[in-house]
């Protein structure tokens, strides 16, 4: 576990000075450790350390590494309240948010890796349709890709961390985890946990450090997983290029829900305030911006205003404390100070919130936006905050139309009575991941691929692609031994060849009637 020194007086949040790092509890202002912030020299050795444990790791096969991650699984919880206080004090974010998503994400994730990792790697034999390879035997098998380097955000310090290392793991992968500098903590609690549970030495290690740690590690992988801004993205997916290191990134983005004149607005408003204001917005699939069609605007408003200004916002001390808990990063507050008072001096009205909280810690009022359109920061870029701006729109086609009108692509959503309407509607909004009279929770759904479209991000999490992203694939092809040769090699025989390729005209030449 990390060394907790509250004495020394450190700049706050991730900076610190020098070769430390001081990690911070954003709801109360309290520095809670010091850690280091490893020179590419570290990440080196922990590279070789990794890269000499992976063998051993690879050869306990999926039943081995599966024992010891479900094992861990069990530790998760039997600690569940130990993580969840790690979590919530170098976060600031809610009781609620972490048992819910953290913890509840990480188990389910546990589970269905543990169980489904080996069919998704399995090798497959694939049935021969090409003529002139008729006979021949076609397999493709997977094997790990050696050392994974896992760089995460501080907005979920176990999901976007330790979630992207299960499946990098149970491929038999060995993992160097570099967690925010913001919220280290829990990755390190989590590497205890592992090792108590008998993960191996050097199998997954936590780097602490910078931005600096990242690039180095980017240098020393097989892999990167990146989960962060679309700056950095474009800075990792830069570094890996000199050395062709493969990337898969989750970047930002701007999501849009749509609420239609049909929907049930008791539930398109519910899940409008609590998408957007759980972990106090700053989830990569937070509502960011929403479209109402004019007719039920004014019904569905007066839905919300009720619904926001009854939220509790303040430090978690336990289960029911505060809705909306802090700002993770100082950074992140005057982001969303910015777009509000752009916003503002725009002609967009704040019905509720606009301000930051009171007291030590940093809060953010859970703040509603009308009037706004896209000339606004506040409905264009990542405001990653407690802000809901909502815009009237004539109809469905301008609601599509906005909602497109982003470079980002991640998620986005539709409220509408008509299930088959928002499942058609659905297919025209450009983002990775839609849901339809639903939002975010997709991301729960460890079975269904989720990555991002433009500059959201490239690669995807979940599914069969988001663990064989972390494998090599080979291909086979095992020819029988009965021929000496194939009838079209060396030498040329007349007959053999206007045979093969006048036959081959007549198979491939055949015109499909039209009409
Ligand atoms: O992210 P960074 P920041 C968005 C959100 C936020 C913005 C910036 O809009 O305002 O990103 O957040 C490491 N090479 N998201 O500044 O810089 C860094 O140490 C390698 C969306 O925190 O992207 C950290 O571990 N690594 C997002 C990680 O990258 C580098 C979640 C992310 O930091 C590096 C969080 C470098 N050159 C913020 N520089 C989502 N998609 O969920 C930094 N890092």
């Not at 995460?152 to 999901?159: F, Q, R």
């Not at 780097?207 to 600096?212: P, S």
Request: hydrophobic share 45%; with cysteine.
């Amino acid at each position: 576990m990390a060394t907790v020194d509250t004495t020394t007086a450190h700049s706050t949040n991730g900076r610190g000075a020098g070769a430390e790092i001081a990690v911070e509890n954003p709801a109360t202002g309290e520095v809670i450790a010091h850690l280091p912030d490893m020179p590419a020299a570290r990440i080196a050795e922990l590279a070789i350390a990794g890269r000499a444990a992976q063998p051993a790791w690879e050869a306990l096969g999926f039943e081995g590494r599966g024992a010891v991650l479900a094992d861990f699984r069990g530790w998760l919880m039997d600690n569940a309240d130990r993580v969840v206080s790690t979590i919530v004090s170098e976060t600031g974010k809610t009781y609620e948010d972490a048992n819910l998503i953290e913890l509840v994400y990480t188990g389910g994730a546990l589970r269905f890796w543990v169980k489904h990792a080996e069919r998704f790697l399995a090798e497959e034999t694939v049935r021969v349709r090409t003529l002139v390879v008729a006979g021949k035997k076609l397999v493709t098998r997977y094997e790990p890709l050696g050392l994974v380097g896992i760089i995460g955000p501080w907005n979920y310090p176990l999901v976007n961390s330790f979630g992207d290392a299960i499946p990098a793991l149970m491929a038999g992968n060995c993992v160097i985890l570099k967690p925010s500098e913001i919220t280290p903590l829990t990755s390190l609690l989590i590497a205890d946990g592992l090792a108590e549970c008998g993960l191996p030495a050097g199998v997954l290690q936590v780097a602490t450090g910078r931005g600096a740690t990242g690039g180095a590690l980017v240098d020393e992988v097989d892999m990167i997983m990146f989960t962060g801004s679309t700056a950095t993205g474009k800075k990792v997916m830069a570094r890996a290029a000199e050395t062709l290191t493969p990337v898969s990134l989750e970047l930002g983005g701007k999501d849009p829900l749509i609420v239609l004149a049909d929907a049930d607005l008791e539930r398109a408003a519910n899940a409008a305030v609590y998408y957007s204001m759980l972990n106090g917005g700053q989830t990569c699939v937070s509502v960011e911006r929403v479209y109402v069609e004019a007719p039920v605007y004014d019904d569905f408003l007066a839905r919300i205003m009720d619904k926001v200004c009854t939220i509790r916002q303040g430090a978690s001390t336990g289960p029911a404390t505060a809705e909306v808990g802090a700002m993770t990063t100082g950074a992140q507050l005057e982001i969303v100070e910015r777009h509000v008072a752009d916003a503002v001096s725009k002609g967009a009205r704040v019905l509720t919130g606009g301000h930051r909280g009171a007291g030590t810690g940093r809060f953010y009022e859970p703040t509603v936006l009308v009037d706004v359109d896209h000339t606004m920061a506040a409905m264009t870029e990542e405001t990653f905050g407690p802000t809901l701006p909502i815009m009237r729109v004539a109809d469905a086609e301008e609601a599509l139309r906005l909602a497109n009108d982003s470079p980002y692509g991640l998620a986005a959503s539709i409220y509408t009575g008509d299930r088959e309407r928002g499942n058609r509607l659905a297919r025209r909004l450009q983002a990775g991941a839609v849901c339809v009279n639903d939002a975010l929770m997709n991301y729960m759904a460890v079975e269904l691929p989720m990555g991002g479209w433009k500059a959201s991000g490239m690669g995807s999490r979940h599914g069969a692609g988001g663990i064989r992203k972390y494998a090599k694939q080979q291909s086979l092809m095992i020819s029988r031994l009965h021929l000496k040769r194939e009838p079209f090699m060396f030498p040329y025989r007349a007959s053999t060849s206007k045979a093969l390729f006048g036959g081959l005209r007549l198979l491939f030449g055949r015109r499909r009637k039209r009409g």
